[in-house]
C-alpha cells in the first residue's frame, strides 16, 4: 500500500468551517480514491493474461467461471433460515455488497464504512430511525458475524459536505479479527427485524 502525499490533496477545497472530523472524512475519501485508482491500473497491466484466462475457462467446460461478486445479490439460504426459525427474524434487505479496502480493516480506523452511493436501499430504516442517525445519533443494533456470533455494533450516519455514508462502529476491530477480514474480500451487509428491532447480518465471499 502506498502512503498518501500532498500531490493526492491537490484537488482538495479545503473549508474554513471543516471539524476535525471533515479532515478525517476527507483523508479515508482520497485514500479509497487512490486504491480504486491503483486496482484500475493493475487490471489494465493484467488485463491480457485475464483475457488469455477467460478463454481457457470457456473452453474448459469442466471448470466454473471465475468471478469476485456472486452472480447475483441473494441471502444464502443457511443464513435466511437461521434467522427466520431461530431469530424470528423477518423483513431482510441487502444493504450493501462491497469491496473491502485497508481503511475498512484498519486497526487504527475501527469502522465500516458505507457510501450511500453504494447502498441497495436505505428503506430498512424507519421514519424515527432516520431521524435519529440525521441528528447524529447512534443505533444500537446486533450483528451477526460470517462466524454466526452475535455483536452489538453502533449504527451511525457521517455526512461530509456533499457526501453522506453510514457507518458500523463499536466491536468493529473483533469482528475484523474473528471473521480474518482483508482488503480486497467482498462482503454483503443485510438487515433484518426480530420484534421490529434493527439488526444485521455480515457475510464474506
Given amino acids: 500500500m502506498e502512503l498518501l502525499t500532498s500531490e493526492d490533496f491537490k484537488n482538495t477545497r479545503i473549508q474554513p468551517e471543516w471539524t476535525a472530523m471533515d479532515y478525517l ?6 485514500d479509497q480514491e487512490k486504491m480504486q485508482e491503483q486496482t484500475l491500473m493493475n487490471k489494465k497491466k493484467n488485463g491480457r493474461l485475464k483475457r488469455k484466462l477467460r478463454i481457457q475457462e470457456e473452453n474448459n467446460k469442466n471448470k466454473r467461471p471465475i468471478t469476485s461478486y456472486p452472480p447475483k445479490p441473494l441471502m444464502p439460504e ?21 469491496q473491502l479496502f485497508f481503511s475498512d480493516v484498519n486497526p487504527q480506523a475501527s469502522r465500516l464504512l458505507i457510501p450511500f452511493s453504494q447502498v441497495e436501499s436505505h428503506e430498512f430504516l424507519n421514519e424515527s430511525e432516520v431521524e435519529r442517525l440525521k441528528n447524529k445519533k447512534a443505533i ?26 453510514y457507518v458500523v462502529t463499536t466491536s468493529w476491530n473483533s469482528i475484523v479479527k474473528n471473521n480474518q477480514l482483508k482488503a480486497e474480500d467482498v462482503v454483503q451487509l443485510w438487515s433484518f427485524r426480530v420484534n421490529s428491532t434493527l439488526c444485521f447480518a455480515l457475510q464474506k465471499f
Fill in 78 to 98: 443457511g443464513l435466511k433460515q437461521h434467522i427466520v426459525e431461530n431469530m424470528g427474524g423477518s423483513n431482510c434487505v441487502l444493504v450493501i455488497q462491497k
Fill in 25 to 30: 472524512l476527507e483523508v479515508v475519501r482520497v
Fill in 140 to 165: 444500537k443494533a446486533c450483528l451477526m458475524e460470517p462466524s454466526m456470533e452475535e455483536t452489538e455494533i453502533n449504527f451511525k450516519r457521517w455526512d461530509m459536505r456533499k457526501k453522506s455514508m
